[in-house]
């Protein structure tokens, strides 16, 4: 069964600084791997979905790495905002119809 | 726009009573999700359905059913054997092909015993 892990569990900034989001996981087979923003009480909005070929994807200031043989990505988030602030979910996808999911990087991004 | 809809958003349950949470996407997507989230805890999978008629027990299956007569809909049923069932419920579809978007979500259901 895929583990995940994100580190840190919470992160609070201020306005303006890069966020540095990360992701492990224990099976490297992966198909995909996709990033989730959660706000609270509502579902999760899809950021940015990495195939297991690529290294990175980007958009607009959201820019994920993968390193599929390591077990890592990466969320990086540039001049964060306080818009910005929401739970962080990573999903790496084994193409099983069981996405896995770690507990999310909670993020505050203050004004 | 295409995209999945659950309701009610919010739905209250009686002890001993069985509820329906409503699952409906037009993305034509294949396969169809219920994820149960609960405070401060990941996702964990209930039930998933690969194609129409055909459905498989996710982790935590127990006291809670499914059925899949329709592409577009997967609803999910909490019956009165599941002893906890106050969380947070989120459909999810998915399309398998190659190269193409995965996982969208619904906006949630919030269940909560009364």
């Known amino acids: 069964k895929q583990e995940v892990t994100q580190i840190p569990a919470a992160l609070s900034v201020p306005e303006g600084e890069n966020l540095v989001l990360n992701c492990s996981f224990t099976d490297s087979a992966i198909y995909n791997l996709q990033w989730f923003r959660q706000d609270p009480g509502k579902g999760l909005t899809s950021l940015l979905l990495?195939?297991?070929?690529?290294r990175e994807q980007t958009s607009g200031r959201l820019n994920a790495s993968l390193d599929k043989s390591s077990g890592r990505s990466t969320l990086y988030i540039a001049a964060s905002q306080p818009g910005d602030s929401a739970t962080y979910l990573c999903?790496?996808?084994?193409?099983?119809?069981?996405?896995?999911f770690g507990a999310g990087t909670t993020v505050t991004v203050r004004a | 726009d295409g995209g999945i809809t659950q309701s009610p958003k919010y739905l209250f349950r009686k002890e001993g009573q069985n509820v329906t949470l409503s699952c409906e996407q037009n993305?034509?997507?294949?396969?169809m999700y219920w994820y149960r989230q609960d405070p401060g805890q990941g996702l964990r999978l209930i039930y998933y359905s690969q194609i129409v008629n055909d459905f498989q027990k996710g982790d935590i299956a127990e006291g809670y059913s499914v059925s899949r007569e329709k592409k577009e809909s997967f609803p999910l049923t909490v019956t009165s054997a599941q002893k906890n069932p106050t969380a947070f419920y989120l459909c999810?579809?998915?399309?398998?092909?190659?190269?193409?978007?995965?996982?969208?979500f619904g906006s949630g259901t919030r269940l909560t015993v009364v």
């Open positions: 999903a790496p996808n084994l193409r099983d119809y069981k996405l896995s």
């Open positions: 990495i195939q297991s070929s690529q």
């Open positions: 999810a579809s998915s399309i398998e092909s190659e190269g193409l978007a995965g996982y969208t």
């Open positions: 993305l034509n997507h294949d396969a």
